[in-house]
């Protein structure tokens, strides 16, 4: 059975003739489902921005575009997960942050076309309702979307007892956003010298957690001990940190039509995203003595026989988020970037190749080399 955000269920748990709901018998609780939808409603509507229109309670969301400021846009839409970080915020009973994943996950993706994020949707499908669990990732995508000038615009909340195990869950985010015909990214003039800007992540964001776990059933890491690479945290809440938001410093560079390509660096790290956006012809160059291994990846490396490759292949290394500019541009973008908060770091260039696009790692530093099996 579905519990529809958008389509209201009957309140209570009896019928007209006073028997109990069968459905209620069955596992599926109606009446937590419209508690949820009541609770989560204001955090929606905290959401709204210019272009939306109605609210939540229909069949479906609307959005105007022209009351958004679009000219001649192009729609750009993402999906995605946050894959098994979930069952270590479970296993922790920490939920903060997912909804923060979700989003990110989705909106960091949705930038690097240089597309401004309209509005969200996300799915969320359980065995059971649990009312506090729901509500606390809602509202962290509520929050997140806030920070990005993202509305929610609707959701699915599904209970299906027999499809997920008491406890256990899932989530889907989905998300449209608009760039300008001549705004789009990447740009045909992505060429030979150009550089390669990364800007941090605040550890592994929301992939290789099936690696991350592991390690720690292997190794029988105590989650709850002080983390090395994060004072202050226990290594459960570090590894939970959420995804970074790179919505408003990648706008902020992108406005200034500078910039030339972008790339999210998640599952297949470096080494497979960035690729993704150079055109034929074309290696990134990425040098490792000007990116050290984090503190967070010293620790993972040290408690997990990965090679080179596997980091940066698996993990994103410690970039999460990459542009390539001009060399005659990388001081205006990198200003523009500071000024928005980030911390950016030249990481490499463009060079000409006969082969398909790669990301290729040189200048392996001594520091590298002692954190991974091998160069």
Not at 22 to 45: E, H, M, Q, S
Not at 155 to 168: F, K, N
Not at 185 to 206: C, E, F, K, N
Not at 266 to 278: F, H, K, Q, Y
């Amino acid at each position: 059975m579905r519990q529809g955000r958008d389509k209201p269920a009957p309140s209570s748990r009896s019928n007209s003739l006073g028997r109990r709901d069968p459905y209620t018998g069955a596992g599926v609780d109606i009446a937590a489902g419209n508690a949820f939808v009541d609770a989560i409603k204001p955090l929606l509507a905290a959401t709204r921005r210019p272009g939306v229109l109605g609210g939540i309670g229909g069949f479906g969301g609307l959005f105007d575009l022209k009351a958004a400021g679009f000219e001649d846009p192009l729609l750009v839409a993402t999906t995605d997960g946050v894959g098994t970080k979930l069952l270590l915020a479970r296993r922790l009973e920490d939920y903060r942050g997912i909804g923060t994943d979700l989003v990110a996950m989705c909106l960091n993706d949705l930038i690097v076309q240089g597309a401004r994020p309209l509005f969200f949707l996300d799915y969320f499908a359980t065995g059971k309702l649990d009312p506090g669990i729901a509500v606390e990732i809602v509202t962290s995508i509520a929050e997140a979307c806030r920070a990005c000038d993202c509305a929610v615009i609707g959701g699915e909340t599904a209970e299906m007892p027999g499809v997920y195990e008491p406890g256990g869950f899932d989530l889907a985010g989905f998300a449209i956003g608009a760039v300008e015909r001549d705004g789009l990214l990447p740009r045909d003039d992505i060429t030979a010298g150009d550089m390669v800007i990364g800007l941090p992540s605040s550890g592994a964001h929301s992939n290789g957690f099936s690696l991350i776990r592991k390690i720690i059933d292997d190794r029988q890491i105590d989650l709850a001990a002080s983390a090395p690479f994060a004072p202050g945290k226990s290594i459960g809440e570090a590894l939970l940190t959420p995804t970074r938001l790179y919505v408003k410093s990648a706008l902020a560079a992108a406005a200034t039509d500078k910039v030339k390509a972008m790339a999210h660096i998640t599952g297949g790290g470096i080494l497979e995203n960035l690729p993704r956006v150079l055109p034929e012809g074309l290696d990134a160059v990425i040098d490792l003595g000007r990116l050290p291994p984090t503190p967070f990846y010293r620790w993972l490396c040290g408690h997990a026989d990965l090679w080179l490759d596997e980091v940066f292949r698996t993990f994103n290394a410690g970039i999460g988020f990459i542009m390539v500019v001009a060399e005659n541009d990388l001081a205006t973008i990198e200003q523009v970037l500071e000024d928005a908060g980030e911390a950016p770091i030249v990481i490499g260039s463009l060079r000409s190749t006969a082969e398909k696009p790669r990301t290729v790692l040189k200048n392996v530093s001594e520091e590298w080399r002692t954190c991974v099996s091998a160069s």
